[in-house]
């Protein structure tokens, strides 16, 4: 086997997701762009869907402008989506999601990793053959749990099953941080014999500080591409930092093919956007015993205490945590993944929040326990919880509910007929009144890269009409600009 390792960039998407909350501005992404397509990452992560409503409904920014202009800078590396062809928290109509990624391959992103929140693969197929035939090479991901029912067993048959659907290639996702280097030992080698010839990833989160230690390990049993995010946006609860892994790597005898030298500037980049914007810095992680009691992703738990919080009650929130694990377990134990993740915490939060187990129950839930999220849900609830979660009236009316299927033609007449494809998308992620209120149409504001020749900068800030004053001090030398009256 080679000794070379392969990367795949997260920074823009998994680093700005699970760091930052997606709350970096497309102005700041724009000048990393050609810095990082420099430094040979097999590919980079760098859409996701839920941009459109991110992005235009709170930065006010048109998420096509970083599509447009993000293309146009990266030359060398494959692009990636992220998502597929299937929806998260709202059953999207398939015809809105075949447009999207339809316009998405005409930008020339032709990769996606996509998951089922159950690992389930005889219903992920279809999704799987229709990505291929729509331009898309699709990456399936394998999703790691902690539970009674997550065994190597399951994992062997799983990664069988996700081979049988012919992706592209498939990933092996640790998206809570929950896997040990103990566990990395007797796991990976069974995903990747039953994973076969189906090349496999390795995607992981920093959430419980070993994802680093995992990846050495991974990389000593035959994992060779790793998922990696350039600080500041790395570590915290997002991907282990590339200087770190290939640093690593290095020491151990193998060929991280990665050029870290222009990956320098991306760091002194981002770490003056996180100033300038107030956004954090991606540590290192403490380990936390009580993570793989309660399971809850790092970005859902400052949610939680959020809503505690709206109701005076973040004192409880240590409660609320340890109610998400026996939730969780009434469940069937689910993958605490999107949107499995967010329908145990919600219902825990409530639990506690009322202080009476299931007396109130949110719609999702219900859906839940109907299987319309996922027949195996419904099949491994606990049957005195699914009896009180289904013996309600609402519930009555969730049975025989069936998901819309619009076509793209009956979608053209809510939004406009005459609309372009990439309106009629962003109008219906974002909707019609954020669409309508966009300054300038979206056009993101200008970030300056800290990593310019100052004569580039000088010249850039000459152009800018807010400034009246410009006033730049070096140890060497100062130079002060001035703009006058009639200019």
């Not at 990636?80 to 809105?96: C, D, I, Q, V």
């Not at 399936?140 to 048959?157: C, G």
Request: glycine share 8%; net charge positive; proline share 6%.
């Amino acid at each position: 086997m080679s000794d070379e390792v392969r990367f795949i960039d997260t920074t823009l998407r998994d680093g700005n997701q699970s760091l930052w909350a997606l709350n970096m501005r497309v102005g700041a992404m724009l000048p990393s762009a050609p810095h990082i397509d420099q430094a040979g990452f097999e590919s980079m992560e760098f859409f996701l869907g839920v941009m459109f409503k991110k992005y235009v409904r709170e930065h006010k920014e048109n998420p096509w402008y970083w599509l447009k202009e993000g293309t146009k800078r990266i030359k060398k590396t494959r692009l990636r989506y992220h998502g597929g062809m299937h929806s998260a928290f709202e059953k999207t109509p398939h015809a809105l999601l075949k447009l999207l990624v339809e316009r998405l391959v005409s930008y020339g992103i032709t990769l996606t990793r996509t998951s089922n929140c159950w690992n389930d693969y005889t219903a992920f197929k279809e999704e799987i053959d229709d990505l291929k035939k729509n331009g898309m090479d699709p990456v399936a991901n394998l999703i790691y749990s902690v539970s009674p029912r997550h065994t190597d067993e399951y994992y062997a048959q799983k990664a069988k099953e996700a081979a049988a659907a012919k992706p592209w290639r498939i990933c092996f996702k640790d998206v809570g941080g929950l896997l040990t280097p103990e566990r990395a030992r007797t796991l990976i080698p069974v995903i990747l014999k039953s994973a076969g010839d189906i090349p496999v990833e390795f995607h992981a989160h920093c959430n419980s500080g070993q994802a680093p230690l995992n990846y050495l390990e991974g990389v000593k049993l035959g994992m060779r591409i790793l998922h990696t995010a350039i600080p500041p946006l790395a570590n915290g609860s997002s991907q282990p930092s590339v200087f770190n892994i290939a640093n690593n790597l290095r020491a151990l005898g193998y060929t991280p093919a990665v050029d870290l030298k222009p990956l320098e500037a991306v760091e002194k980049h981002f770490t003056q956007v996180a100033k300038k914007d107030g956004l954090p810095i991606g540590r290192p992680m403490e380990y936390d015993e009580f993570l793989y009691q309660h399971q809850v992703p790092g970005g859902m738990i400052s949610n939680m205490r959020h809503q505690l919080k709206i109701v005076g009650m973040e004192h409880k929130m240590e409660a609320a945590l340890e109610e998400s694990g026996r939730v969780r377990r009434e469940f069937g134990y689910p993958i605490m993944v999107t949107p499995l993740s967010q329908y145990v915490g919600t219902q825990a939060a409530i639990n506690v929040i009322v202080g009476e187990r299931y007396k109130e129950v949110p719609d999702q839930v219900i859906q839940y326990a109907l299987g319309i999220w996922g027949k195996e849900g419904a099949d491994l609830m606990d049957p005195d919880v699914k009896d009180k979660i289904l013996s309600r009236p609402r519930a009555k009316e969730w049975v025989h509910w069936e998901q819309p299927q619009p076509s793209l033609y009956e979608i053209r007449q809510k939004y406009g007929a005459n609309v372009s494809d990439e309106e009629l998308i962003m109008r219906y992620f974002a909707g019609d009144d954020y669409v309508d209120a966009l300054p300038d149409g979206g056009k993101p504001r200008e970030y300056l890269d800290g990593a310019q020749p100052l004569v580039k900068l000088i010249e850039r800030l000459s152009k800018r009409k807010d400034p009246h004053h410009v006033y730049i001090k070096r140890p060497e030398f100062s130079i002060t600009m001035k703009r006058n009256g009639n200019s």
